[in-house]
């Protein structure tokens, strides 16, 4: 999180990018504010309560329960100040700021019926200098950090016993050198850095953690939520340096050309860190209806390190032909690397001390071309119509392309429990912790990934078309539409079981209560499929990235905006915008073949490649946006201004917990499709 209070202005893109850009979507380049001659100065002091919101908690809803989460507060509170430290030479801008947000959960209480809070507060400060030393070259540096605090996690079904604590202190600096040559010649070298840190933590320290798969209650210190594990210490960061030149050359081939050529040069780390969890949280005891089922362990104190390192080279050239044609043609030409160098873990209470040699992934070698035509129609300035072609080529993301593989990560054992004396307490003997014994179940994180030697990278490409026209002074009318195409896309495959899951496993469905034998049960059986007891073990888990085309999406978009600029004291905008969704596989822990809430650590954007995981997850919908802004100037210098929002909802499928499998014990999935 920035500091908005420090940004001077913003551009903001979300197609049509050009070469220098190296991902596809948005782009926001900001400026920060800048020290002057003159000392200058604010404060801004945002709040809010319960007071002013509204909500449409009627009688017939408030007798089914429903109640609102209150807001208790809202509190922003920040400072800035800047001016010279030597005049017409050198010049300062700093500024702190604070910010509380403390709000209700849905549908969380204690026993008691209290409501149970979300806790979320930040700090920051940052610091700017800026060094003119001749009239040709200007000296920067930038500094700012944010602590982002948090008490959550408490839901329905996770109690204020069982919430995370967590700190995520992140920092970025900058330093830059802007060199100006004649009126033609522009340069600049940039050196900057983002580190990321967190620390998470359970509240209740001493108390067992347990879950219950069949109502889905959690009791007892925090255990694991996604990523959010008790004892996380994360560790994520870049160091990026990026140097551009740009030239202007008028009358050459016919045209005035604004020529742009640059590098980037990313340099990231991923080490996240899993400390030895809290007493009660090294391991999870699960419940079936109150039954014991099954024991979660942990292999922390883990640290696993994983590095990546990227270079992109790109040329622009702008050309403009007669006032009225401009060319916008643009390469850029990448390599990406990731590695994890050798490194070794110590012993864990559930795992035992293990060293890994290195290991290198694939190296993408890979060419982006840019094309973008604007032309004026009427050649008045008042109309044009613009639109192109770009190829972008996906990031390596360290988590999960290395940390699949690089087995010095973080991870989750599924177990078979036997409770043997009856106590609904886990004693030594209880599991078998063979990884190749009857009692292994499933595993994530460390999910024994091995490196696909025929690996391709990812793609994307994206065609846009926007019509633009000037309806009277200031006010313009846009259309615009954008085709997007996502090819060579991942899949998780389980490299033994793969065309494995052959074995019917059938439950009747028991309705939205979740309860067979009442009133609600739609008579209606559904069918999973679960892989050989042979291949249950440990040895038989080993997955790999996989290209795989019956994953690659989609999306087609269309928008539809008028804007008046600010001008004769008030200014008014307005859009409507609609996307629809081809999207075959939307990865979940639903159908991913693991115990039913299993988290998918590995699964950002990597579905398993199973017949389940295809169960109802399509994404053939279509979402929607309306969207009206105004302002208007009054005496004094006071600005009044308006938004009004309204947009689809988030579509849901309903999900049921069905049990009966042996090597797929329980498994959530979705019995109706996404709408």
Known sequence: HVDFNAIE??????????????????LVDSVVKSGGNEFHGGIVL???????????????????????????KVQDFAGTFGGRIIRNKLWFFAGARYQNVTRDILDAF????TPIANVKEGTYHFEKISYQMTDGNRFTGFYHVNNDMELRNASRFIPRESMLDKDNPVWIAKAEWQTVRGSSFVASLQYGQWDFNGDYRGVSPGKQSTRDIATQFVTGNHFIQGANANGRKADEGRRHTKGSVNMYRPDVLGGNHELRAGFDHLWSWFSDGYLTPQPGASYQLLFNNGVPFQIDTTNASVKGENLGNYLGVYAQDSWTLARRLTLDLGLRVEHDAAHAPAQCREEAPFAAGRCWDEIRLVSFNSVAPRVHVAFDVTGDGKTVVKGGYGRFNQLRELMPDLTNINQNTFG?????????NGNRQYDPGEVNLDPNGPDFRAITGTAFGAVNPNEKQPKSDEVTVTFERELVANTAVRVTGVYTRNFNSYALAEISRDGEYTIPITNLDPGPDGRLGTADDTGQSFTYYEYPAGLGSAASAGTMFVNDASQDTSYRNFEVAVMKRPAQGWQVGASYSSTWSNVPIACS?????????????????????NPNVAFNTADNTREWQTKL????????????SGNYDIRSGALQARQVVFTGGR????????VEPRG
Request: aromatic letters at 6%; a positive charge.
């Open 629 to 640: 802004s105004g302002a208007y100037s009054l005496r004094f210098g006071i600005l009044l």
């Open 110 to 113: 204690d026993p008691n019926a």
């Open 46 to 72: 945002y709040g809010s309560g319960s007071g002013l919101e509204s909500n449409n908690i009627d009688a017939g809803l408030a007798a089914a329960g429903i109640r609102l989460p209150k807001l208790h």
């Open 589 to 609: 822990t639903s159908g991913s073949g693991l115990g039913s809430g299993t988290p998918v650590v590995w699964a950002t954007s990597r579905c398993l490649r």
């Open 663 to 670: 090597t797929i014990r329980s498994i959530a999935l979705d």
């Open 412 to 420: 989750i054992t599924t177990w078979d429990w036997h409770d043997l």
């Open 9 to 26: 202005g913003s551009r903001v893109q979300t197609v049509g990018s050009n070469a220098e850009m190296p991902r596809r979507g948005l």
